[in-house]
């Protein structure tokens, strides 16, 4: 059973450029949670995809966005970074909306760093 | 006010005591409560989901006070090993969980 990866580990770029970030769920979960945690904080909700659909979203602006491809596999786009964005990126995975109580696999995350 | 509240700490303890967090919650429609642990600038790992009955994983117990709302977690016989930040976290709609900000622990010799 392979878990959740996510890639690049690190990034750094520059003030108003774009990015996109990449999970691959762990095998048999077809949702996707992102997060986005700054230092000495805990993780906060981005949004979360289910079957290549949006299942809610957290209190980001637009220029943050997302899609699910048909293997559940994820990404995050977002646009006109701003220096606040610094944060590590965390891609969760889950068996499905269903079995809520199976709590969250974890990637490794995505440390980026907006300058 | 914050949906998820932990004191942050730091806890500091010696090793073999026995230390207990608190994490609160505001939405009484809250269904599924889980205790995290994240390592320095690692990503949170899966410590344990919390039952209304209580639960307990070797040295970890967990409980669920939902007329108070609360979940705790409490660690007997710390280990030096069991330094880290614990999450706690709380679904208040199915699949969607809300984090704390953490609890410091650091066990010391």
């Known amino acids: 059973e392979t878990g959740v990866t996510q890639s690049p580990t690190h990034l750094i770029k520059t003030r108003g450029q774009q990015v996109t970030l990449r999970c691959s769920s762990q095998?048999?979960?077809?949702?996707v949670s992102w997060y986005q945690q700054a230092l000495g904080q805990g993780p906060q909700f981005i949004f979360q995809?289910?079957?290549?659909?949006?299942?809610g979203r957290g209190n980001f602006p637009p220029r943050f966005s997302g899609l699910q491809f048909p293997n559940y596999s994820s990404e995050l786009n977002v646009n006109a970074l701003e220096l606040d964005d610094s944060a590590l990126y965390l891609c969760?995975?889950?068996?499905?909306?269903?079995?809520?109580?199976?709590?969250?696999?974890f990637g490794s995350g995505t440390r980026l760093t907006v300058v | 006010r914050k949906e998820v509240e932990q004191d942050p700490g730091p806890f500091n303890v010696p090793e073999g005591a026995t230390v207990a967090f608190n994490c609160t919650y505001s939405?009484?429609?809250?269904?599924?409560f889980f205790w995290y642990r994240q390592d320095c600038r690692k990503e949170p790992k899966l410590l344990m989901s919390?039952?209304?009955s209580g639960n307990e994983d070797g040295r970890f117990t967990a409980q669920l006070n939902r007329a108070s709302q609360y979940i705790s977690l409490l660690i007997r016989d710390s280990k030096l090993s069991d330094s880290a930040t614990y999450l706690c976290?709380?679904?208040?709609?199915?699949?969607?969980?809300?984090f704390g900000d953490g609890t410091t622990l650091t066990v010391k010799p």
């Open positions: 976290a709380i679904n208040t709609n199915a699949g969607k969980s809300t």
């Open positions: 095998s048999g979960h077809n949702t």
């Open positions: 995809y289910y079957r290549e659909e949006e299942n």
């Open positions: 939405n009484s429609a809250s269904q599924s």
């Open positions: 919390v039952y209304s």
């Open positions: 969760a995975s889950s068996p499905g909306m269903a079995d809520h109580r199976s709590g969250y696999t």
